[in-house]
């Protein structure tokens, strides 16, 4: 993949189904200021490890107008785990403050360039990339965090200062693309990335 969308760039417009039913584009979250999509999944231990500082997160900014959209682009042929159902499964048991939505086809996350797992993307009202790349500096495991860069962006955007650190590389295992020539990593490989 050659291509992350660049701050600066707008949102792609997406029309995905939801683990709660209906299916979502980026109309639907347009009576929100800003907008965090991030690209994730069920089985990856970055996104595991991280998910509760990310719930944090959400939680501190949803007065600010702030709303979560969590993407799984992940081949369920290559992590059953990540199929829809066990998407619907872990919504139920974790109750996460977003929307979790389904790419099954790959097309979003090819649009928007993710890389990895957790990979977040944030836009300000105009829906213009402000922020791409990592959540914090440790996601697999937390108590070694020093800097947590989504509530950097965030605190900075929500109070309309201008973003300081607009990229930053995604830290997590890599999107598990469909396809025979998809170059995925078996799970004791994810801490080599």
């Given at each position: 993949m050659s291509f992350t969308l660049e701050p600066g760039q707008?949102?792609?417009?997406?029309?995905?189904?939801?683990?709660?039913?209906?299916?979502?584009?980026?109309?639907?979250?347009?009576?929100?200021?800003?907008?965090?999509?991030?690209?994730?999944?069920?089985?990856?231990p970055y996104v595991m490890g991280s998910d509760e500082v990310t719930r944090a997160t959400a939680e501190k900014y949803r007065a600010?107008?702030?709303?979560?959209?969590?993407?799984?682009?992940?081949?369920?042929?290559?992590y059953e785990e990540d199929s829809f159902p066990n998407?619907?499964?872990?919504m139920e048991k974790f109750k996460f403050p977003w929307k979790y939505l389904y790419d099954r086809d790959q097309s979003v996350a090819k649009a928007y360039g993710a890389l990895r797992t957790p990979h977040f993307?944030?836009?300000?009202?105009?829906?213009?990339?402000?922020?791409?790349?990592?959540?914090?500096?440790?996601?697999?495991?937390i108590s070694r965090m020093t800097v947590n860069n989504l509530d950097i962006v965030l605190s900075e955007l929500t109070s309309g200062k201008v973003v300081s650190v607009t990229k930053t590389n995604p830290i997590g295992c890599n999107i598990k693309w469909e396809g025979k020539d998809a170059h995925w990593m078996p799970p004791e490989a994810c801490d080599l990335v």
């Open positions: 707008k949102a792609i417009d997406f029309r995905l189904p939801s683990t709660e039913g209906p299916e979502y584009s980026l109309s639907d979250f347009k009576d929100y200021q800003y907008l965090v999509l991030f690209f994730t999944c069920n089985h990856c600010a107008r702030v709303v979560f959209v969590g993407i799984n682009s992940n081949s369920e042929s290559t998407m619907v499964s872990r993307f944030v836009f300000n009202s105009e829906r213009v990339l402000v922020y791409t790349g990592r959540g914090v500096d440790s996601p697999r495991d």
